[in-house]
C-alpha cells in the first residue's frame, strides 16, 4: 500500500524557536496532503488542506503565520511551527490524498516545547 | 455542526471474544462513514468504510453498517485476536475533498 513517512518522529525545542516537520509520500504523487494536530485523549483536528504549488488553505482558528506549510513537491510537504511556545506542544499528522480519494496517514510527529 | 462521538476506552478483551465499539454522528447531510485503525507507533490506516445509508463496510473480520435511522456506524468483530490490539478511529467526510471529521479514538487491548 501508499507509504507516507514523517520527520522527526519526535522533537524537543526550546520555547521561541522554530520547528519544521517534514511529510513525504514515498511511492505515489500526493497533490493534496493534509495536517492534523491532535491532543491526548482527543480527536485528531485538521489544521490545514496543503495543495502542491499553491498556498496552504488553513482551518478557521489555526494561525497560518505560526504554522507554515509548504507543499513545494508532489511528495512533500512541510509544516513549520514558528516560535514556538508550550501551548504548541502535541501530536501532528500528516496524511496524502490519493487520486481516488483515500487518505494514507503518516505516522505523526511528537513536539515537545520547552 | 458535524462531529462523531465513539466510546471511550480503553477496551480490554480476552483473545476470541466480541467486540463492539459504538460510533454515532451528526451531519447536516449524508457524509461517508470510516474506521481507521493505528497499530502502535504506526500511521493511521483506512480499516473499513461505507458511503451510503445501509452499506456494511467489511475487511480483517471487522463490520460496520451505515445506520441512517440511528446515525451509527458500529464497529464489529466476532472474534478478536491479539494482532488487534490499536486504537480505532470513527471518521465522517465533510464533503469537502478529503476533510474528516473523527472520533477521540478507542483504545483496544486484545489479552491472550
Known amino acids: 500500500g501508499a507509504v507516507v513517512s514523517q520527520h522527526p518522529s519526535w522533537v524537543i525545542c526550546k520555547s521561541g524557536t522554530s520547528v519544521k516537520i517534514e511529510c513525504r509520500s514515498l511511492?505515489?504523487?500526493?497533490?493534496?496532503m493534509f495536517w492534523y494536530r491532535q491532543f491526548p485523549k482527543q480527536s485528531l483536528m485538521l489544521m490545514a488542506t496543503s495543495n502542491e504549488g499553491s498556498k496552504a488553505t488553513y482551518e478557521q482558528g489555526v494561525e497560518k503565520d505560526k504554522f507554515l506549510i509548504n507543499h513545494a513537491s508532489l511528495t512533500l510537504s512541510t509544516l513549520t511551527v514558528t516560535s514556538a511556545h508550550p501551548e504548541d506542544s502535541s501530536f501532528y499528522i500528516c496524511?496524502?490524498?490519493?487520486?481516488?480519494?483515500?487518505?494514507?496517514f503518516g505516522p505523526g510527529t511528537r513536539l515537545t516545547v520547552l | 455542526g458535524n462531529s462523531v462521538t465513539q466510546m471511550e476506552g480503553p477496551v480490554t478483551l480476552s483473545e476470541e471474544a466480541f467486540l463492539t465499539i459504538n460510533c454515532t454522528y451528526t451531519a447536516t447531510g449524508y457524509p461517508s462513514l470510516f474506521w481507521y485503525v493505528q497499530y502502535p507507533g504506526e500511521g493511521l490506516q483506512l480499516l473499513l468504510k461505507a458511503t451510503k445509508a445501509d452499506d456494511k463496510g467489511s475487511n480483517k473480520g471487522f463490520e460496520a453498517t451505515y445506520r441512517k435511522e440511528t446515525t451509527s456506524f458500529h464497529l464489529e468483530k466476532g472474534s478478536v485476536q491479539v494482532s488487534d490490539s490499536a486504537v480505532y478511529f470513527c471518521?465522517?467526510?465533510?464533503?469537502?475533498?478529503?476533510?474528516?471529521?473523527f472520533g477521540k479514538g478507542t483504545k483496544l487491548s486484545v489479552k491472550p
Open positions: 471518521a465522517q467526510d465533510t464533503g469537502s475533498q478529503g476533510n474528516l471529521i
Open positions: 496524511s496524502a490524498l490519493l487520486p481516488g480519494d483515500t487518505q494514507y
Open positions: 511511492d505515489f504523487q500526493a497533490t493534496t
